[in-house]
């Protein structure tokens, strides 16, 4: 019985490695993996703290830790959607509102206060969350394409709303709201030492510039930096807060809404508190915005950018973290360079003129819609699944057997099959014309019984 236990746990299947949790191979590759995206971030940060180009296809695409950090912005924002969308099934259109909110908030307690943008994240984040939940009350009586009409109009009125003119004193209007500040990095940071040991590096050391780098450079990578422990805390937070009980009502709520209330949850609260939760995620991303940007314009909140957000969240992979990383990074880079897009073998320049953005993004969401419905991320899973495979830690004493399985010696709660023969009571034998023989070692022999 024990053996069979322990295949059933480390039963090998169709992928090529295989990785129990608490096990040394499973903590090494878990610390490999993050070991290699803490070196992609450097890599990153390093080398494209300039504006800089890749060339594909004859085609040219723009990187920078500019536009990268813009992409940590939209990764904050569709996080909270999938808070309130992946994970509590309530369709959101009014991400772009609190994304605009947090932005123009953050800038005013920077520029008028001469707050800092970590700090002001004190005000942004309780702000954010207490108009979330009160604008989550009417999700408690409508749902669907209703509710996602009232979160669409929520976003469509916020560039008139910082215009008007009792609000310009703090707004600026549509001139939007400047914010001069430098992201000066520490001196006890040595950043010029570990670009110049980037740079020594034979055959690579090119692409991380050339000399020591200027104030403003130091000052970007540290920001670059900042926003991604600020991110990650972020993630963390959500994290603990899906694997929490709050987290499983949550999904209970998504799954079906009527066995949630019969099972005693408070479907009211869950609501607005998943409301509450993407509201402050959408504040922080406005925050990471506009600290990057250095302004808060009005056009840059249209209902737009909360469609986008949209389209990140299907694209990446509903109910999943990873997703939102997917998301961010695709709305952030994908427009742009496919408006860079001038050449593609087999078709004609003439097609690649002109608005061809938004077009690649509405084809791609179709066509992931019908390819890849749990987004790029599940199909991702799906091929990893078919390389490494990672099984559950099983439980104390199923352990214990295995280890003794492994060592070549019987486990003391498992009887031998001598014991089991001389143990077991034998039944009284009953006459049957097809009665299979069972010999003392249980071995069936196939030969009728004679009496």
Sequence with gaps: MAGGAAAAVAAPGSARWQFIKGTGGYRAYKWGGIAFFVLLLFITAFAYNDTASVTLLDNDYSLSLTRIIKAIAFIIAILGLQVVAGFTGQLSLGQGFFFGVGAYLSAWLVADHNWNFFTSLIVVVPVCFLIGMIFGIPALRIRGLYLALVTLALAAIFPSLVQLESLSEYTNG????????DFDA?????LDGIAGFLQDIPLVGQYFGDGD??????GRIWL???????????FKLVSNLVQSRPGR?????????????????????????????????GGVGGVIYVAELGIA????????????????????????????????????????????TQNLPGIPERWLQGPTGPLVMGVL???????LPGGIIAGVRQLRGRFVQVLPEPPAALAAQMAALAAGAPPASSPTADDATTDAPVPEHVESPDETEVTPA??????PSST
């Design 249 to 281: 009502a949550l999904r209970a709520v998504r799954d079906n809404e009527t066995s949630a209330a019969v099972s005693g949850m408070n479907l009211s609260f869950h609501k607005t508190m998943s409301f509450g939760v993407a509201s402050a995620l």
């Design 213 to 218: 780098l200027s104030s403003k450079e130091e």
């Design 297 to 340: 314009a009005p056009l840059d909140f249209t209902q737009i950018i909360s469609i986008f957000f949209i389209v990140g969240l299907v694209v990446g992979g509903v109910g999943t973290l990873s997703g939102a990383v997917l998301g961010g990074l695709i709305i952030a880079f994908l427009p742009d360079w496919a408006s860079s």
């Design 442 to 447: 249980g071995v069936e022999t196939g030969e």
């Design 174 to 181: 549509a001139g939007g709201k400047l914010v001069d500040y």
């Design 365 to 371: 969401l179709i066509v992931l819609t019908f390819v």
């Design 224 to 234: 670059f930096f900042l926003m991604v422990v600020l991110a990650w805390i972020c």
């Design 186 to 190: 520490p001196e006890w940071l040595p």
